[in-house]
Structures are given as structure tokens and as C-alpha cells.
């Protein structure tokens, strides 16, 4: 019998800018099919980690293999199936939305036509089709997060990676998109996000883990947190060690 | 061509067709020195294949090597010593989408075109003229066509290389620190070295072992074999090392080259000692927005770059046309510290002058928005200019001191002088240029993206308008024989230019008032898939 590998195995995986770990030997399994939700604090390597998955930035040390397959040494292949919510720098702001989620397509050799009707559904899906003319450039933080959403699903990708898909998204953008990753999930894709949102990630994740000054602090089924008397927020709070009472200075 | 290419290629030219509508009008005097530039070029390229279609083939056959050593210098030299160098495929966005390295590679060596658009159309005119010249066989021109791949992989190289060893700390400043040391060689050799040996190394008939030599005589169709292995060879040598330069970037992760070092110290630096001072200078909001504006442009790689150029490079460019000559006390060599501080005046406006938003990007929304009058931001940004101006002025002055190049305090005068004049004006010009033309800059990227020879051509132009009232003042000196007819115009022509600033100062305001909306909403954007 064939062990199906999961969508995302990483081991010991390190990364160090200058003398400091961004990332401290994080070990890391993400079953195929699981909405996995990927929290921690500002600065903890949420997005340096990411960034490694996405191919953006080369680890110092460890392995990543995503959907079987390892990263660096087959990662066209693996790009090829994965879908990218990258952060809004990586949007171009002189395209229009159907434009960009067009060039996405083709990037992902798929052919013009194609793409184009693709692009053209996608906007209507996401309901920026009030928008079509408008630039990147001059859309609001949610529409911007809800074109590159719309960019990533455009080749049918295995696996989702979303950096902050949610951020600055008004609370109907929100369901949509909500809506359209479950849907997603049920049809057998894998979806990896970061969030600080964690109502967002408690209604829409199966799996969590919580990382902090880039390690790993906790992880497991969203069942296993709910079955507590905290809540996620309390967990959170009490694993990443931000209990303490700050004192506000006397003018404030 | 593979879909992949053609689509970036359709992105890149959907941006440019999105963006261009709303920038018509801001642009006429790029469009105008941008037409007049390839127009003279293009005169030169149908000259030389006039003249390269009649030329006896001895003749060509020292013509045509040194043209193209003078082809190759133009194309590899200027945009590092302009700071500008073309446009470029931006990897960070390009590389999570499953394109083959391949084709990236193979954009990115199309692009090296933008560089030097003028030495195509040189090597274009070469080429055609050859093809008419009777004594060289019909074949034999085609050749050049290698060689101009040879100039884009040497390109692609020399321009990864640099931008990844610019990007780190420490490496950055080794490398200005050997640029420096460059700059002193001919001049120490000149002074250590006997001229008898010296002249015997420049007559040197270097053979065929370089690469224009191969190239020009086998474009004449003579020497055919060990030409063609000469070119052949150098060519490939710049294919693998453009393309060990390229895979090198693709890895490069510019976040973990540019992070902090951990152990910081807590000592108190000479420069916030320095900025502590500024509120006992200048008023408070003023003094704030200075000590911002010199913290976030001395942060910047573009602006470091740009600044360290102007007392490296910027030495470099014109030492020879200084002391290349037989006369030591020649007018330009008694001139040459004001020469090469205007040279670093000319470069640092790009950075801090004529688009002084261009950093700042979405921040302008504070400028709008925080109790700061508009006029206070414009002139703290101009005193952080010249302050960074002065400061190149005086390390210009310390690096020639320490070469023992000509140096005495009248020289020093005379440079910072002229100058602080001449900055005067171009920082009156350039208030209104960024009002009405403001572009948005990435401070982390290190090189323009327009071709060397047009910002090359566009500084000329205005220069040559701006330098009027120093002529003015030199006209003076000569005239009169006199330093102090000298200082006389060029303190009036200071009292003029505080006079144009104030004036011009009204007019950016009025600018930026009306087109309030316009400027936030062009800063906050970025770009295509091109650099």
C-alpha cells in the first residue's frame, strides 16, 4: 500500500538573518485536504516561513517537501500546483484586475482564451466586476486581497498558500471568500493560511499551529482546542507568553 | 516564443499603456531629449556606415577594434557610472510562478538592450556600411551580431553582480573602498612610475586576445579562425558568467542581505549626536522633518549608492580628461575637485531633487494630512539636499587631498561655492518637477531603469541652463582677472536663486494643492513585472 505524503512536510527547518533565527527548527505536517490555519505574533516567522514554502526565500537549513515533492530541487513542478496569496507587494499595480488574474493564468501556461474566460468569471465570482477598468493600484486593501485570491484559483491549484488572504476585508468579502475556500477544501484541496484573525481561523480551519519566536509551540486539531475551557484567543494569549499587564505611561 | 515570455511581455506593455495616459503632459521634456538624443544617435550610426562603406579596409582594420572598444566601454561603463541601468525583470514577483529559469534569463538579456539602445544603433550603422564596403566579403559583417550578444551577457553579468554585492552590508562598503583605491591607481602610477615604462604598457600591441580586436577583424573577414575562436570563446565566457550571475540572484534573498545585525550597540552614534543638534538649529516641526529626511535617504540603497558613486566613480570619470594631457596645469585640471562636485551634484539630484516624493511613496498621505504646512516639508527635504550636497562636496575634497590631487582651500572655495549655487536653482526646478511629475521610487532598488545616455542627455540639458549664472561668474574671473569679480557674480547670482526659489516654492505649492488627489494616488503604486 501507498502512504499518500501530505501536502506539506517540513523538517528542522531554519532561517537566520544576520546572527538572529527567523525561524528556529520548525517541524511542520499539513495533511492533504485540511484547512490549516498557521498563527502567531507579530515577528513570531509566520511569513518568513511562507516565504520559504512559496520559494521566495531559500532556507538555511532543513527540508521542505510540498505535496510529495521537495523544495528546492523540483520546485517548477511544484509551483505548478500550488496557488499563491502572496502579500499585496507582489500584486502589479498598473493592471487591471481581469488583467492580472489573466497574466496569472498564462504564467500558469494556461492557454489565452482560456484564461481570459477564466479571469472574466473570477471577477464576477469575487464581485469586483463593478471595478473591471479600474487599476490594482487604485483598489481598496480587501479588493486587492480579493484579486489575488481570485489570481490564485485560476489554474486549480492542490494547495493554497495564503499569507493574510483575510486582512482588511469587509465582513461580506470575508464570507465570500470563506465560502469559496470551503468549497475548495471539500473538492479536495489543501489550504495553508497565516492570520491574525483567529474568529476567522477558529470557524474556518480544521487544523492550527501557533508559532512563536520561530518555533512551534503548539499544534493539533481545532478539536483538541475547543474541548478546553479556553478559548483560542486564551491559548493563543498563554502559548506565545503575552499574559503579562503592560502599564500605560501617565499621560495616555 | 513561449507563452510564459509572451505574457509577461503583455503584462509589462498592458502597465505601460494603463499608466502613460495619466502621466501625458508631465512628460514633454523626457519625450523631447529622448527624441533628440536617438535622433543624433541615429545621425551617427547612418554617418559611420557612410563613412565605414568607403573606408579602405587597411584603415578599418584600426578603425573598427578601437570603435568597438569604445562600444564596449559605453555599454558596460556608463550605466554603472550613471547609476542607471535599464530596465529589468523583477524576479521577486516573477519567481513564485513555474517559469523555467531559462526564459527568464532569456528576457532579462533582451532587456540589457535598454541600456544602451544608442550602441545598436551604432553597431546597426557599422554593419550596414561594412555590408556595402567592397573589400569586406558579404559574410563577414554579420558577425558584429555576436558580438552584440556578447555585450548583453557581459551586461546581464556586471549588472547582477553589482546589484547583489551592493545589496549586502559591509560588502557594500569593501566595494566603494576598492572603487576609491581604483581611482587612485593612475594617478599613483603616474607619480611612482617611470613615464618611459609606462608608455611602453600602453603601446603594448595587446594581439587578438581581446575581444573587440577578434570581433572587428572578423566583421572584415580577415584572421577568420582565431577570430572566431576569440569571439566565440569571449562570448561564452559572458553567457556562463551572465548566467551563473542570474541563477545567483534568483536565489538571492535581499531580506536576509540587508537584515540588522543582532548585537547592536548602545552607544549613542556621531550622527544622532549630530542630530540632536538640529533642534537647537531649526524649529520643531522643520527640525523633525530634516532629521527624517537625512535618517531615511542615508538608509536608502539607491541614495547610498548614488552618493558613494559621486566620490568614487565620480573621481574615476574624469581624472583622465584632468591629467591625461601633457599641460599639468591645464583648465580643467585646476578645475577638476568643482568638476567632480558638480558630477555628484548631478547625481544626487535624481535621489533628492528632482522627484523629492519619490521615496516616500504612500507617506505623502501625512504630509497632506498631519498640521504641516506643505512648504515646511518642501524645505526641510531641500535642506537635507544640501546638506547631503555639502557632504559630498567636502569628501570629494578629503579623497583628493588624501591622492594628493590637486588640492588648496581656494579650490575648495571655489567648488563648494559654485555648487551651492548651482543647486540653488536646480532645487527650485526641481520642487515644481516633483509637483508636477512625481513618480514613485523604490529606495531598495539600487539602479534607474531608464537608458544611461537619456538621463545622461536629460541632466545635460537642464545643467546647461542651470550652469548659465556660473558662467557667468567665470566669464567674470576671465574678463577682469579677478577672483573677487568671480565671488561678486556668483554671490548675485545666489541672491537671484534664493529669489527663483522662493518664486518657484509658490508655484510647486500651487501645484500641489490643485493636484492633491493625483500626487497620493501615483506615489502609492508600484509597477509591473519590469523594473
Same mark, same amino acid.
Given at each position: 500500500m501507498t502512504e499518500i505524503s501530505p501536502a506539506i512536510a517540513v523538517r528542522d527547518l531554519r532561517k537566520v538573518y544576520a546572527s538572529k533565527a527567523a525561524v528556529d527548527g520548525l517541524n511542520l505536517t499539513v495533511p492533504r485536504g485540511s484547512f490549516f490555519g498557521f498563527l502567531g505574533p507579530n515577528g513570531a516567522g509566520k511569513t518568513t516561513t511562507i516565504r520559504m514554502l512559496m520559494g521566495l526565500a531559500p532556507p538555511t537549513s532543513g527540508t521542505i517537501e510540498i505535496l510529495g515533492l521537495p523544495m528546492p530541487g523540483r520546485e517548477d513542478e511544484v509551483k505548478e500546483k500550488i496557488g499563491l496569496v502572496p502579500d499585496e507587494s507582489m500584486l502589479f499595480d498598473h493592471l487591471t484586475g481581469p488583467e492580472f488574474i489573466e497574466f496569472v493564468g498564462r504564467m500558469y501556461r494556461l492557454p489565452r482564451e482560456v484564461a481570459r474566460e477564466r479571469a472574466r468569471e473570477l471577477i464576477a465570482l469575487f464581485e469586483l466586476d463593478g471595478s473591471q477598468r479600474k487599476m490594482i493600484g487604485d483598489y481598496s486593501k480587501g479588493m486587492r486581497k480579493r484579486v489575488a485570491m481570485a489570481a490564485a484559483l485560476i489554474h486549480r491549484p492542490q494547495l493554497f498558500l495564503m499569507d493574510e488572504p483575510f486582512e482588511g476585508v469587509d465582513a461580506v468579502g470575508a464570507r465570500l471568500m470563506k465560502d469559496i475556500l470551503i468549497a475548495q477544501v471539500r473538492q479536495g484541496a489543501t489550504i495553508f493560511l497565516t492570520s491574525h484573525v483567529l474568529e476567522v481561523v477558529e470557524r474556518l480551519c480544521d487544523h492550527i499551529a501557533i508559532i512563536n519566536e520561530g518555533k512551534i509551540v503548539t499544534e493539533g486539531a481545532i478539536d483538541e482546542f475547543r474541548s478546553g475551557t479556553e478559548s483560542l484567543e486564551d491559548t493563543f494569549v498563554r502559548v506565545v507568553g503575552a499574559e503579562r499587564m503592560t502599564e500605560s505611561p501617565d499621560w495616555l | 516564443m513561449p507563452a510564459q515570455i509572451l505574457a509577461i511581455i503583455?503584462?509589462?506593455?498592458?502597465?505601460?499603456?494603463?499608466?502613460?495616459?495619466?502621466?501625458?503632459?508631465?512628460?514633454?521634456?523626457?519625450?523631447?531629449?529622448?527624441?533628440?538624443?536617438?535622433?543624433?544617435?541615429?545621425?551617427?550610426?547612418?554617418?559611420?556606415?557612410?563613412?565605414?562603406?568607403?573606408?579602405?579596409?587597411?584603415?578599418?582594420?584600426?578603425?573598427?577594434?578601437?570603435?568597438?572598444?569604445?562600444?564596449?566601454?559605453?555599454?558596460?561603463?556608463?550605466?554603472?557610472?550613471?547609476?542607471?541601468?535599464?530596465?529589468?525583470?523583477?524576479?521577486?514577483?516573477?519567481?513564485?510562478?513555474?517559469?523555467?529559469?531559462?526564459?527568464?534569463?532569456?528576457?532579462?538579456?533582451?532587456?540589457?538592450?535598454?541600456?544602451?539602445?544608442?550602441?545598436?544603433?551604432?553597431?546597426?550603422?557599422?554593419?550596414?556600411?561594412?555590408?556595402?564596403?567592397?573589400?569586406?566579403?558579404?559574410?563577414?559583417?554579420?558577425?558584429?551580431?555576436?558580438?552584440?550578444?556578447?555585450?548583453?551577457?557581459?551586461?546581464?553579468?556586471?549588472?547582477?553582480?553589482?546589484?547583489?554585492?551592493?545589496?549586502?552590508? $559591509? @560588502?557594500?562598503? !569593501?566595494?566603494?573602498?576598492?572603487?576609491? =583605491?581604483? /581611482?587612485? %591607481? +593612475?594617478?599613483? #602610477?603616474?607619480?611612482? &612610475?617611470?613615464?618611459?615604462?609606462?608608455?611602453?604598457?600602453?603601446?603594448?600591441?595587446?594581439?587578438?586576445?581581446?575581444?573587440?580586436?577578434?570581433?572587428?577583424?572578423?566583421?572584415?573577414?580577415?584572421?577568420?579562425?582565431?577570430?572566431?575562436?576569440?569571439?566565440?570563446?569571449?562570448?561564452?565566457?559572458?553567457?556562463?558568467?551572465?548566467?551563473?550571475?542570474?541563477?545567483?540572484?534568483?536565489?538571492?534573498?535581499?531580506?536576509?542581505?540587508?537584515?540588522?545585525?543582532?548585537?547592536?550597540?548602545? $552607544? @549613542?552614534?556621531? !550622527?544622532?549626536?549630530?542630530?540632536?543638534? =538640529?533642534? /537647537?538649529? %531649526? +524649529?520643531?516641526? #522643520?527640525?523633525?522633518? &530634516?532629521?527624517?529626511?537625512?535618517?531615511?535617504?542615508?538608509?536608502?540603497?539607491?541614495?547610498?549608492?548614488?552618493?558613494?558613486?559621486?566620490?568614487?566613480?565620480?573621481?574615476?570619470?574624469?581624472?583622465?580628461?584632468?591629467?591625461?594631457?601633457?599641460?599639468?596645469n591645464s583648465v580643467f585640471s585646476s578645475h577638476y575637485l568643482t568638476a567632480v562636485t558638480v558630477y555628484g551634484l548631478m547625481l544626487l539630484g535624481e535621489v533628492c531633487i528632482w522627484n523629492v516624493f519619490g521615496f516616500d511613496r504612500s507617506a505623502v498621505q501625512i504630509y497632506y494630512s498631519a498640521p504641516v504646512k506643505l512648504s515646511t516639508v518642501l524645505i526641510a527635504k531641500n535642506i537635507a539636499a544640501l546638506f547631503f550636497v555639502m557632504a559630498e562636496a567636502l569628501i570629494i575634497a578629503f579623497v583628493c587631498f588624501l591622492l594628493r590631487l590637486p588640492f588648496t582651500a581656494a579650490m575648495l572655495l571655489e567648488s563648494i561655492m559654485v555648487t551651492l549655487t548651482m543647486a540653488l536653482f536646480l532645487l527650485a526646478i526641481g520642487n515644481m518637477m516633483s509637483m508636477k511629475n512625481p513618480r514613485p521610487v523604490d529606495p531598495g532598488q539600487s539602479w534607474r531603469k531608464t537608458s544611461a545616455g537619456k538621463v545622461q542627455a536629460m541632466l545635460l540639458f537642464i545643467y546647461a541652463v542651470v550652469s548659465a549664472p556660473v558662467g557667468l561668474a567665470y566669464a567674470a574671473r576671465y574678463a577682469f582677472e579677478s577672483d573677487i569679480a568671480f565671488y561678486a557674480v556668483l554671490a548675485f547670482d545666489i541672491g537671484v536663486g534664493i529669489v527663483v526659489y522662493w518664486v518657484a516654492m509658490d508655484s510647486a505649492l500651487d501645484t500641489a494643492r490643485f493636484r492633491k488627489e493625483d500626487i497620493v494616488s501615483v506615489l502609492s503604486r508600484g509597477e509591473g513585472p519590469l523594473l
Open positions: - | 503583455w503584462a509589462q506593455w498592458r502597465s505601460m499603456r494603463n499608466y502613460l495616459p495619466r502621466s501625458r503632459g508631465n512628460n514633454w521634456l523626457s519625450i523631447l531629449v529622448s527624441a533628440s538624443w536617438y535622433a543624433a544617435w541615429s545621425f551617427a550610426a547612418v554617418s559611420t556606415g557612410l563613412v565605414f562603406a568607403q573606408t579602405d579596409g587597411k584603415l578599418l582594420y584600426h578603425l573598427l577594434p578601437s570603435g568597438l572598444f569604445l562600444l564596449t566601454l559605453y555599454w558596460q561603463i556608463i550605466p554603472i557610472l550613471m547609476v542607471s541601468a535599464g530596465m529589468s525583470l523583477d524576479l521577486r514577483k516573477l519567481v513564485p510562478y513555474p517559469v523555467p529559469h531559462s526564459q527568464l534569463f532569456a528576457i532579462e538579456v533582451l532587456l540589457r538592450i535598454t541600456t544602451a539602445g544608442e550602441m545598436l544603433l551604432m553597431i546597426c550603422g557599422a554593419l550596414a556600411g561594412l555590408l556595402f564596403n567592397r573589400t569586406v566579403p558579404a559574410w563577414a559583417p554579420w558577425t558584429l551580431l555576436i558580438y552584440i550578444a556578447f555585450n548583453l551577457f557581459l551586461s546581464v553579468g556586471l549588472r547582477d553582480l553589482l546589484a547583489r554585492v551592493l545589496a549586502r552590508k $559591509r @560588502v557594500r562598503e !569593501l566595494l566603494i573602498f576598492v572603487m576609491v =583605491l581604483l /581611482a587612485a %591607481l +593612475p594617478q599613483i #602610477l603616474l607619480r611612482s &612610475v617611470d613615464s618611459r615604462s609606462l608608455n611602453r604598457f600602453f603601446a603594448y600591441e595587446p594581439g587578438r586576445i581581446w575581444p573587440w580586436m577578434g570581433a572587428g577583424h572578423l566583421a572584415l573577414g580577415t584572421n577568420d579562425i582565431p577570430s572566431l575562436i576569440n569571439v566565440v570563446c569571449w562570448t561564452a565566457a559572458a553567457y556562463l558568467f551572465a548566467k551563473m550571475q542570474f541563477g545567483k540572484n534568483l536565489r538571492f534573498d535581499t531580506s536576509e542581505a540587508a537584515a540588522p545585525d543582532r548585537i547592536q550597540s548602545t $552607544r @549613542v552614534s556621531l !550622527l544622532d549626536r549630530g542630530f540632536r543638534l =538640529l533642534p /537647537a538649529i %531649526l +524649529p520643531d516641526p #522643520l527640525a523633525a522633518l &530634516v532629521d527624517k529626511e537625512i535618517r531615511m535617504l542615508a538608509r536608502s540603497p539607491r541614495f547610498r549608492l548614488v552618493f558613494l558613486m559621486g566620490f568614487s566613480f565620480g573621481l574615476i570619470i574624469w581624472l583622465p580628461m584632468a591629467f591625461g594631457n601633457k599641460n599639468p
